[in-house]
């Protein structure tokens, strides 16, 4: 687990500065990794990631001097990174099954080898799951942030990240006990609502 | 910690552990696509441009009268010209004024409406001059035996008041 330092979601946050070219280029480079490690967890896919995240850092050095400051800096970053990681999900799922629809009958393409590098059980576990959850999950577990912190990031209760982390783990259980049960072979579907796979 | 959030912890660190130490890309500052691209793009390219011409256009029409209408007044592009004459109008008519008697405005604007005159003729005398040198090339007998005409046109050419009203010459 990577701690969070002094350099933080939140507690002994840096102060910046908003609308700052300087300060915004150190929360840039405080935050880059951290962000990107998240949007991995999200996505499954370390370029669609990296896009995210630059998009993302576009985005909010446009609303740089906006920043309020009601919530630590990267908090408030990692919110619009979440964001931006929806959103591309969301465009992708459309242009998948767009593709998939042109290509009906036709032989699918070989995988990319450079997307594989990020599909452990895990990884393809988390990318099923709703954004939010998967960002919980790469939060409290990788970067270590406490609840609060995570609440401030998501802009959600604290209690609510509680219990999405609790069903966020329970869903991760059941779809990775589900391929090691089915080997491997079966590809994983897309979760309902319930946690139940289908395909 | 369970066993399982263990497990989870281990592989997202294999996995994201190297990103986390990775070299960060150089921050390059977005191009500005704000305020210049509002001001240099799209419509408000085409504002910008016609509001740039509507004042190079009023300022150089209003440079031009002004010269104009300065020169015309006080025969000279100075405007100290014509404000020494109406000081020294204004002087004479108040030197002219006598005892019980009061303001001078009439004076003075009689000198205004004076000297109007007589720069709008010299105008108009200008431009029958350039009309009688044309006819005078047409032809040499044509102005013969008409004296009052020729004299009309040296009152004119000299910017003399004449029998007819200035507004009628034109």
């Given at each position: 687990m990577?701690?969070?330092?002094?350099?933080?979601?939140?507690?002994?946050?840096?102060e910046?500065?908003p609308?700052s070219e300087a300060?915004?280029?150190r929360?840039?480079?405080?935050?880059?990794n951290r962000?990107?490690?998240?949007?991995?967890?999200?996505?499954g896919?370390r370029?669609?990631?990296?896009d995210?995240v630059?998009?993302?850092?576009?985005?909010?050095?446009?609303?740089?001097?906006?920043?309020?400051?009601?919530?630590?800096?990267?908090?408030?970053?990692h919110?619009?990174a979440?964001?931006?990681?929806i959103?591309?999900?969301r465009y992708?799922r459309?242009?998948e099954a767009g593709q998939?629809?042109r290509?009906?009958?036709?032989?699918a393409?070989?995988?990319?080898?450079?997307?594989l590098?990020?599909?452990?059980d895990l990884f393809?576990a988390?990318?099923?799951l709703?954004?939010?959850q998967?960002?919980?999950?790469?939060?409290r577990?990788h970067?270590?942030?406490?609840?609060?912190?995570?609440?401030?990031?998501?802009?959600?209760p604290?209690?609510t990240?509680?219990?999405r982390l609790a069903?966020a783990?329970?869903?991760?259980?059941?779809?990775?006990?589900?391929?090691?049960?089915?080997?491997?072979?079966?590809s994983?579907g897309?979760?309902?609502?319930?946690?139940?796979p289908?395909? | 910690?369970s066993?399982?959030d263990?497990e989870?912890?281990?592989?997202?660190?294999?996995?994201?552990?190297?990103?986390?130490?990775?070299t960060?890309?150089?921050?390059?500052?977005?191009?500005s696509?704000?305020?210049?691209?509002?001001i240099l793009?799209?419509?408000?390219?085409?504002?910008?441009?016609?509001?740039?011409t509507?004042?190079?256009?009023?300022a150089?029409a209003?440079a031009?009268?002004?010269?104009a209408m300065?020169?015309s007044l006080?025969?000279s592009?100075?405007p100290?010209?014509w404000?020494q004459q109406v000081?020294q109008?204004?002087?004479?008519?108040?030197?002219?004024?006598?005892?019980?008697?009061h303001?001078?405005?009439?004076?003075?604007?009689?000198f205004?409406?004076?000297?109007?005159?007589?720069?709008?003729?010299s105008?108009?005398a200008?431009?029958?001059?350039d009309n009688?040198?044309n006819?005078g090339?047409n032809g040499?007998?044509?102005g013969?035996?008409?004296g009052?005409d020729?004299?009309?046109?040296?009152?004119r050419?000299h910017?003399?008041?004449?029998?007819?009203?200035?507004?009628?010459?034109s």
């Open positions: 990577i701690g969070i330092g002094t350099e933080g979601i939140g507690g002994a946050a840096p910046y500065k609308g300060d915004f280029e929360l840039y480079r405080s935050s880059y962000v990107l490690g998240t949007l991995i967890g999200i996505l896919e370029a669609a990631a990296e995210c630059q998009d993302a850092f576009v985005r909010a050095y446009r609303s740089w001097s906006s920043w309020r400051g009601d919530a630590p800096a990267e908090a408030w970053l919110r619009i979440i964001n931006t990681a959103s591309h999900q992708e459309m242009r998939v629809l290509r009906l009958g036709r032989p393409p070989p995988p990319d080898p450079a997307t590098v990020e599909r452990s393809r988390l990318s099923k709703p954004p939010k998967a960002a919980a999950i790469v939060l577990h970067h270590g942030y406490t609840n609060r912190e995570i609440a401030a990031a998501l802009d959600i604290e209690r990240v509680a219990s069903g783990k329970e869903r991760l259980r059941k779809v990775l006990s589900y391929e090691r049960s089915a080997d491997s072979q079966i994983v897309t979760l309902s609502e319930d946690g139940v289908s395909d | 910690m066993e399982f263990s989870i912890e281990r592989e997202l660190n294999r996995i994201l552990g190297p990103v986390d130490t990775q960060i890309p150089v921050w390059r500052t977005p191009a696509g704000g305020f210049m691209k509002r793009g799209g419509t408000g390219a085409a504002v910008a441009a016609k509001l740039l509507g004042f190079a256009v009023v150089f209003a031009g009268a002004g010269g300065e020169a006080s025969g592009l100075n100290a010209d404000g000081t109008q204004v002087a004479t008519c108040k030197a002219a004024l006598t005892a019980g008697q303001g001078i405005g009439q004076c003075v604007s009689a205004a409406k004076q000297h109007g005159d007589l720069v709008s003729d105008h108009q200008s431009n029958a001059r009688h040198s006819n090339s040499k007998g044509k013969k035996g008409n009052s020729n004299s009309q046109a040296g009152d050419i910017g003399r008041p004449t029998t007819v009203p200035p507004s009628t010459h």
